[in-house]
């Protein structure tokens, strides 16, 4: 029998020891309430929801073991897609989960995070737990938390940035700020600048990366050992903000070290289509702004580098 995984790396629970670890605390909640409660079935499917009701919401905030306890056995019955299907757009189910981003304890933070990001799966799910201020709290464990509750807010972030009024409310949340903190501290750095790409489609987000340093921090991250999707990723940022404000090809211009970082990923044979392109197209803005400010004065090298981009991005695959 298939074992479901623990979000902090402990030993997996079966779905039997998952459903008596359900029915005693239902029992405990039930008994201190004095009302009765039906046994959860064989498949568990009930548990969630009734841990899930108001009623135990409260009851589980007076006391941080039993809500870890609550919110550890929602997500692992989330993990199997039976029980997605269950709780989808489950109120309750929701609420709960939301409420536990807002915990005393990290470590039930970051599981009601990775809850939400396997409900996320589903698209109704989307716009409901967007809905249900899901966003702001999320933010902050990524503000807050240790590496895996990033990871795992994260992943339930990047979900929600699917739907454009989820990504508003994100900016609305200071989130562009958050993830540059944390990238600053190189955290979960392939998840974020992921994250970032999602929100760069909004201008008033491009206009806030370039405003509070962005670019200088991209640059650094793209001169790393990183994966060449967290690559890709930089460089669409990047290519976004130079196209809103060509002033900042100014300012990659003047950085050596970063147009040979983005010559060497515009010719890498290990590079995405996509990053290939992106880093062309960056250069060759560059370009275009110093031969409005006079080419003249320009250094034989920089010709010389210049052309070669040129030359280079003829060879390239049409944009697909």
């Known amino acids: 029998m ?56 409260n009851k589980a905030v007076d006391n941080p073991g039993l809500e870890e306890d609550l919110t550890a056995i929602v997500l692992n019955l989330s993990i199997v897609d039976g029980n997605k299907e269950l709780m989808e757009g489950n109120p309750f189910v929701i609420s709960f989960l939301v409420g536990s981003l807002n915990s005393r304890t990290h470590r039930t933070r970051s599981i009601a ?71 600053e501290k190189r955290t979960c750095m392939d998840e ?50 130079c196209s809103y404000y060509p002033n900042t090809a100014k300012q990659i211009r003047n950085n050596w070290d970063a147009c040979g970082l983005l010559f060497t990923l515009s010719t890498s044979s290990t590079a995405t289509a996509r990053a290939q392109r992106k880093a062309t197209s960056i250069l060759l803005l560059i370009r275009e702004y110093h031969s409005l400010r006079g080419s003249f004065k320009t250094n034989f090298c920089w010709i010389c580098f210049m052309d070669s981009v040129q030359v280079f991005s003829s060879r390239l695959p049409s944009k697909v």
């Open 2 to 57: 298939a074992e479901t995984e623990d979000p902090d790396g402990g030993p997996a629970k079966s779905p039997q020891e998952l459903k008596s670890k359900v029915s005693r605390l239902l029992e405990m909640i039930a008994k201190e309430d004095e009302c009765k409660l039906e046994t959860v079935d064989e498949g568990i499917s009930g548990g969630p929801l009734k841990i899930a009701k108001p009623t135990f919401r």
């Open 192 to 241: 974020l600048v992921g994250l970032l790409v999602k929100l760069s489609g909004d201008q008033d987000t491009v206009e806030e990366l370039r405003d509070i340093g962005d670019v200088p921090i991209l640059l650094k991250v793209l001169g790393e050992s990183i994966p060449e999707r967290c690559k890709e990723n930089c460089v669409v940022i990047l290519e976004e903000i």
């Open 113 to 183: 995070a990775a809850a939400l990001s396997k409900l996320l799966v589903l698209d109704s799910n989307r716009r409901l737990i967007g809905e249900a201020g899901a966003i702001g709290p999320l933010i902050n464990v990524v503000r807050v938390g240790s590496i895996l509750a990033i990871f795992n807010a994260a992943s339930a972030l990047f979900q929600l940035f699917h739907l454009t009024e989820n990504v508003t409310n994100a900016i609305r949340a200071r989130a562009t700020s958050v993830i540059l903190q944390r990238l």
